[in-house]
């Protein structure tokens, strides 16, 4: 009987369930890390698009990064880019500024977000700490990314990294065919 009351009074007062509405406000995060910690960040400009030129300028902007933040690396040359297939990233451009700079990739098969750190480990990070937040501001957007992006301890970066070996692993078993994580 109390339910059938429920019913006719959710009915009689229309209540409607409330649900979150999404952000029009978009920021852009670019992120480097390694088995440590972030190497770079930085955030597009409101309405840039990613293309070669762009990426480019981020690239320069990541090797002096790297040259500050590690530079036993920087001068041993002992660092790998791994970035994903996008456009940018695949330009000749872009590809003639890393083999001017000597700057080693890691390939990746194409259609296998299972292998890209960022995909597995860094965005679903941010997005779980930031989740249910509305903010007014993209500069408060921006502040309480970067503040949740490198308060992640150097142990969770070493793991990620050793997941990530794990992946490889699995997909080099594959035959470079995509696999789910288990």
Request: hydrophobic share 35%; aromatic share 12%.
């Amino acid at each position: 009987m109390q339910w059938v009351v429920h019913k006719c009074l959710t009915d009689s007062i229309n209540l409607k369930k409330g649900r979150q509405l999404r952000s029009k406000t978009k920021v852009m995060l670019l992120a480097f890390f390694d088995s440590e910690s972030i190497v770079h960040h930085e955030y597009a400009p409101d309405g840039q698009t990613v293309n070669k030129e762009f990426y480019l300028e981020v690239l320069r902007r990541l090797r002096e990064s790297v040259r500050r933040k590690r530079p036993e690396k920087w001068l041993d040359g002992n660092w790998i880019l791994h970035h994903d297939n996008a456009p940018a990233h695949t330009s000749y451009l872009v590809q003639q500024f890393l083999v001017k700079h000597c700057t080693a990739q890691l390939q990746r098969p194409p259609y296998s977000p299972d292998l890209a750190p960022c995909d597995f480990f860094l965005f679903p990070r941010l997005k779980k700490v930031l989740k249910g937040y509305r903010f007014e501001a993209t500069e408060d957007i921006k502040q309480n990314s970067t503040k949740t992006l490198l308060g992640i301890p150097k142990e969770e970066f070493a793991k990620c990294f050793q997941q990530w070996q794990q992946r490889w692993a699995k997909c080099v078993a594959a035959e470079g065919h995509y696999v789910e994580d288990n």
